[in-house]
């Protein structure tokens, strides 16, 4: 099983074709590794960044999403997990070809059937600060996109009918949440149960989660809404930085270190009194 060499790497994920092509545009000079369990990815470097992006086409599904995401996870040891693709939006404000950054997913099928009726047991994870702080930085630079920072909603459903069942179940218990897909909570999971792993889930609005789908989808709105997404995912990656690399990865703060007459010992370990004196030019 060939491996890609070690390098500051962020795995991007899709579910569909269409949201592959959207993402690869923006990483020329790309080679493909296979997982010996047949796993594809396609590996680059972001211009102007310091990272190497592994792309990989999951298909749809959440437990796809989550097996597959923890092998590649395994296997290429990533910094940082984007999903990024289409959905469905939730609010009248979210309009087609917006962008929802998601604070959280949310599980909507969890919670029991009991003879009262389904009692709800919501499941939430949340996205990475830091991720999600790169990309509030980003969106204020990309005029020509409209993002929105809101839970997204993961369900193994293609939403068609606002009126539906399964529309009412959403906004009577998930009633913040900005868009609904399919594959988020899936990466989500992965990302949270390897361990100290940034993720983030990204979705251009491709239809309203309405009987207008069809319509909308015919028209362009899914290819539009992925390169909207894809657009967002890699202006964040141009603030986002590998661990021990500038902002992303320091708490130094902006002036790189302590000033005046203090001497910086963070780092060391001293078993008594410390006396300095800083010398010269005084």
Known sequence: MSVPETKPTVLVLTALPLEYTAVRAHVPGREEFVHARGTRVETGRLPDSPWHVAMSELGVGAERAA????????????????FV???????????????????????IHG?????????????????????????????????????????????????ADSRSDIARHIERHYN??????????????????????????????????????RRADAGGSQERAAAQAAAVAVALLHKYRPRGRGSGGSEEGPQGGYGGDH????????????????AGGR
């Open 67 to 82: 097996a597959l995401t923890a092998q590649l996870i395994d296997w290429l040891h990533p910094e940082a997990v984007l």
């Open 85 to 107: 693709g289409v959905a469905g939006s939730l609010k009248d404000d979210i309009g087609v070809g917006d962008v929802v950054v998601g604070t959280q997913v949310y599980e």
């Open 111 to 159: 919670g029991k059937q009991a003879h009262d009726g389904f009692k709800v047991r919501p499941r939430a994870l949340p996205g990475s600060h830091a991720l999600e702080q790169a990309a509030r930085s980003a969106a204020r630079d990309l005029a020509e996109v409209r993002v929105h920072f809101a839970p997204i909603a993961t369900g193994d459903i293609v939403l």
């Open 176 to 213: 913040d949440a900005g868009a609904i897909e399919m594959e988020g909570s899936g990466a989500a999971n992965a990302a949270h149960l390897s361990g100290r792993l940034d993720a983030l889930v990204v979705r251009g609005i491709s239809d309203r989660a309405d009987r207008n789908k």
């Open 263 to 278: 001497i910086d010992f963070r780092g060391g370990t001293f078993h008594g009194p410390v006396i300095g004196k800083q």
